[in-house]
T-cell receptor
Framework: GNSVTQMEGPVTLSEEAFLTINCTYTATGYPSLFWYVQYPGEGLQLLLKATKADDKGSNKGFEATYRKETTSFHLEKGSVQVSDSAVYFC????????????FGKGTRLSVIA | GAGVSQSPRYKVAKRGQDVALRCDPISGHVSLFWYQQALGQGPEFLTYFQNEAQLDKSGLPSDRFFAERPEGSVSTLKIQRTQQEDSAVYLCASNRGRTGGEKLFFGSGTQLSVL
């Protein structure tokens, strides 16, 4: 079946540090890949997505590239801010049919000033 | 409404009680999903509706869990004879289309605590 594995947290960084959160997936076919973010006290919201191999999703300074050869979709940001503190979830969805999103366990990021 | 609305925000139940959790999706959204999120875990799929049709209920953990969306808009997740292991945040999400590959809009969830 489809599954997502992401690095365990918590991750604590100083402001302006470089961020990488690793995500790998197992899926049949060619899924769409997503990063969702959950800020404290808020609901999950889509951060970025990529729908085919070599696509790069980007938003708010975050980037992730769909790597079919390594079945990965690592999240990166060059310079994190305190406001980026949140829980980040990697997820996938099969292209066809009504397959729901499959989420990783989440990685908590804390950015300190 | 402007977003997905869930109620109640918090629910405390005694073991054995029945509970009903409500989800108001974004107006016009065809697809509606329910997820269960245990503490420190990612959301786990429970069930999926396309309009009023429940197309996938493979994630419902037991026959104590039941969901409905009778008019294709508001949905209710019902848990009968609640157990402590049912304690979790229950998330509702909707999207415009008919597949799971599109952007999902999530509600803030209902936090259920079973004592």
């Amino acid at each position: 079946g489809n599954s997502v594995t992401q690095m365990e947290g918590p991750v604590t960084l100083s402001e302006e540090a470089f961020l990488t959160i690793n995500c790998t997936y197992t899926a049949t076919g060619y899924p769409s890949l997503f990063w969702y973010v959950q800020y404290p006290g808020e609901g999950l919201q889509l951060l970025l997505k990529a729908t085919k191999a070599d696509d790069k999703g980007s938003n708010k300074g975050f980037e992730a590239t769909y790597r079919k050869e390594t079945t990965s979709f690592h999240l990166e940001k060059g310079s994190v801010q305190v406001s980026d503190s949140a829980v980040y979830f990697c997820a996938l969805s099969a292209i066809s049919g009504n397959t729901p999103l499959v989420f990783g366990k989440g990685t908590r990021l804390s950015v300190i000033a | 409404g402007a977003g997905v609305s869930q109620s109640p925000r918090y629910k405390v139940a005694k073991r054995g009680q029945d509970v009903a959790l409500r989800c108001d999706p974004i107006s016009g959204h065809v697809s509606l999903f329910w997820y269960q999120q245990a503490l420190g875990q990612g959301p786990e799929f429970l069930t999926y509706f396309q309009n009023e049709a429940q197309l996938d209920k493979s994630g419902l953990p037991s026959d104590r869990f039941f969901a409905e969306r009778p008019e294709g808009s508001v949905s209710t997740l019902k848990i009968q004879r609640t157990q402590q292991e049912d304690s979790a945040v229950y998330l509702c999400a909707s999207n415009r289309g008919r597949t799971g590959g599109e952007k999902l809009f999530f509600g803030s969830g209902t936090q259920l605590s079973v004592l």
